[in-house]
Structures are given as C-alpha cells and as structure tokens.
C-alpha cells in the first residue's frame, strides 16, 4: 500500500489565485512529521512546511499553509496568491520512525 | 551558513563502467541521506547515515552500489558496475536531530545517464 499518495498529476492556477495541492499518508505510527517540497525545474528539492503530528494547529510559512486533517489522515499544501515562480513540482514527505517516505509529485503550472 | 555540495552535478558513463558522487552536508548535521529520483517519481531512500553509522540501508541496491561516510562528515556514493536504469538524479540532503523536527536539506543533485 502507498504510503504517502498525491492524486494530482498536473495542475493549473491562474496568477494571484489559492491553489490546494492534495496528500494522504497512511501510518499506525502515533508520532510522524509531514513535509512538503518544492522542486523547481532546476533540480533541487526546497523545503516550503512542515506539520508535527501532535501539533495542534496547522502550519504556516508565508504563503504556504498546511491543512492537517489527522482523521483523515491528509495533509494539504495550500499556496496563497499564486505567482508564476510557483510553477514547479511538489513533493509531500512523511517521516514515519527514523525514514522518510515521498509522495510521486504534482506538477503546478501558474498560469499568468 | 552553506548548503548541502554535491560533485559532480552531471555524468555520463557507459554500462558496466564505475562511477561515483560526493556529497558533503550542513555542518554540524548529524544525519546524512542519498535519495535516487527517477524522472517522473519521487525521490527514493537508498541509504541514511547517523554520524558515521547507517541506519538504513533497506532499499540500497548491495550487488552494485555502496556508500560510506567514514569521518561522519561528507560522503560517497558508488556504483559498480552501472546499469541503464541507474540513470537517476541521486540527492544527498542531510538533517540535525536537535532542530526537533529533522527536516531534510537537499543538495543540487548529481544527475547521471548511463548508455
């Protein structure tokens, strides 16, 4: 079974709309971390978030907040007033004991 | 404070040959790890070092690559001998335990094509 699933291959967003990127992890494990990355057409892999699974509010790093339904066990990258440099691929990662496990990636294109 | 190095950022080699990628991490972190990313996937863990000792090493394909971190500061990554679906980009990124959360940095990547 996936462990951490990104059901959007591809999407688009006009300039200076929201846009959701969608994650679902799966774990028995009482104690994980949630992660979300950028990865630009560069290559690199740029930390944006990260959300503790006893943490009691979503996080937030300027334009980006994580949405964590722990019930549902989902963690959603919004991105606020989206900018064209946004247009990359997106990676939602889980920390489940000491291993990191990453999702297959969205790709956002910001349309202008 | 810099960033994760890797060298070299690109190679090409042929099947069958050797080759091998450095990477040294954020000072002062502890925890050193190589992903493979296959166009198109999500990074894939091969190796995670804490210091100088690996604390996973599961999915390291042994017949062919090896790694060490002998000092517990940088590390090599080796494969030997390359196959054609080796060609990957191979990222090393590295953590500290003491941030509380262990978020991972990542280097540039070294992005390999075997032929």
């Known amino acids: ?112 | 404070e810099a960033g994760v190095a890797q060298s070299p950022r690109y190679k090409i080699i042929e099947k069958r040959q050797s080759v091998a990628f450095w990477c040294n991490p954020i000072s002062g972190h502890a925890t050193l790890y190589w992903y493979q990313q296959i166009l198109g996937q999500g990074p894939k863990l091969l190796i995670q070092f804490q210091n100088n000792g690996v604390v996973d090493d599961s999915q390291l394909p042994k017949d062919r690559f090896s790694a060490e971190r002998l000092k517990g500061v940088d590390s090599t990554l080796k494969i030997q001998p390359a196959k054609l679906e080796d060609s990957a980009v191979y990222l090393c990124a590295s953590s500290s335990v003491t941030s509380g959360t262990d978020t991972q940095y990542f280097g540039p990547g070294t992005r390999l094509t075997v032929l």
């Open chain 1, 1 to 112: 079974a996936q462990k951490i699933t990104q059901t959007q291959p591809g999407m688009f967003v006009q300039e200076k709309e929201a846009v959701t990127l969608d994650c679902t992890y799966d774990t028995s494990d009482p104690s994980y971390g949630l992660f979300w990355y950028k990865q630009p057409s560069s290559g690199e892999m740029i930390f944006l978030i990260y959300q503790g699974s006893y943490d009691q509010q979503n996080a937030t790093e300027g334009r980006y907040s994580l949405n964590f339904q722990k019930a549902r066990k989902s963690a959603n990258l919004v991105i606020s007033a989206s900018q064209l440099g946004d247009s990359a691929m997106y990676f939602c990662a889980m920390r489940e004991g000491g291993t990191f496990i990453f999702g297959s990636g969205t790709r956002l294109s910001v349309k202008p």
